[in-house]
């Protein structure tokens, strides 16, 4: 698990950008929001990049949960990029095939710090779900890093789930 640091949100949208890059792979790529907003600006981004909406990126959240089990199932059937609001249990079905699993498993991203380190634990649990193959990320900015870093002040990295703290850029 990676946990990226960025002075600016440019940054961070490059880093973004360059992990999407994972789907042309053949790999799935989730992305965590904390909000609708968050969510839409990031499709309306990609979608700018080039991703087609019509088999390759996808959003779901609270306007389209009667879409998100063929959206679960898509994903771990071909390589997409979906980008979510966190909800308990969002994306805990993605089930990658063979081939996803041999191109390196999904690719999960956190968009920023949840209020609740719990919940972001638990959306980095997503990339290796019962010893499968995957890797998670976590992009914040710097302001909100030195929040977290305050909260938990004494606290070892690793015990809350993040197997390396990297700080870019500053």
Same mark, same amino acid.
């Given at each position: 698990?990676?946990?990226?640091?960025? @002075? !600016?949100?440019?940054?961070?949208?490059? =880093?973004?950008?360059?992990?999407?890059? /994972?789907? #042309?792979?053949?790999? !799935?790529?989730?992305?965590?929001? #904390?909000?609708?907003? /968050?969510?839409?600006?990031?499709?309306?981004?990609?979608?700018? /990049?080039?991703?087609?909406?019509?088999?390759?990126?996808? #959003?779901?959240?609270?306007?389209? @949960? =009667?879409? @998100?089990?063929?959206?679960?199932?898509?994903? $771990?059937?071909?390589?997409?990029?979906?980008?979510?609001?966190?909800?308990?249990?969002?994306?805990?079905?993605?089930?990658?095939?063979? #081939? &996803?699993?041999?191109?390196?498993?999904?690719?999960?991203?956190?968009? $920023?710090?949840? @209020?609740?380190? *719990?919940?972001? *634990?638990?959306?980095?649990? =997503?990339?290796?779900?019962?010893?499968? &193959?995957?890797?998670? %990320?976590?992009?914040?900015?710097?302001?909100?890093?030195?929040?977290?870093? /305050?909260?938990?002040?004494?606290?070892?990295?690793?015990?809350?789930?993040?197997?390396?703290? %990297? =700080?870019?850029?500053?």
């Amino acid at each position: 698990d990676r946990f990226d640091v960025f @002075e !600016t949100n440019e940054q961070r949208l490059s =880093r973004l950008k360059e992990l999407a890059l /994972e789907v #042309k792979k053949g790999r !799935t790529v989730l992305i965590n929001t #904390k909000s609708d907003r /968050e969510r839409t600006e990031l499709y309306d981004l990609l979608k700018a /990049e080039g991703y087609s909406t019509e088999d390759v990126l996808f #959003k779901f959240g609270a306007d389209n @949960e =009667r879409n @998100e089990e063929a959206l679960k199932l898509k994903a $771990g059937e071909q390589p997409i990029i979906l980008i979510a609001t966190n909800i308990a249990g969002r994306g805990t079905d993605i089930s990658p095939n063979g #081939k &996803m699993k041999a191109a390196g498993g999904l690719v999960q991203i956190n968009w $920023g710090i949840n @209020e609740s380190i *719990r919940t972001d *634990r638990q959306a980095n649990g =997503r990339a290796g779900r019962q010893g499968a &193959m995957g890797d998670s %990320h976590t992009l914040v900015l710097a302001d909100d890093a030195m929040i977290v870093t /305050e909260l938990l002040q004494g606290t070892r990295w690793d015990e809350i789930a993040y197997g390396a703290f %990297h =700080r870019r850029n500053l």
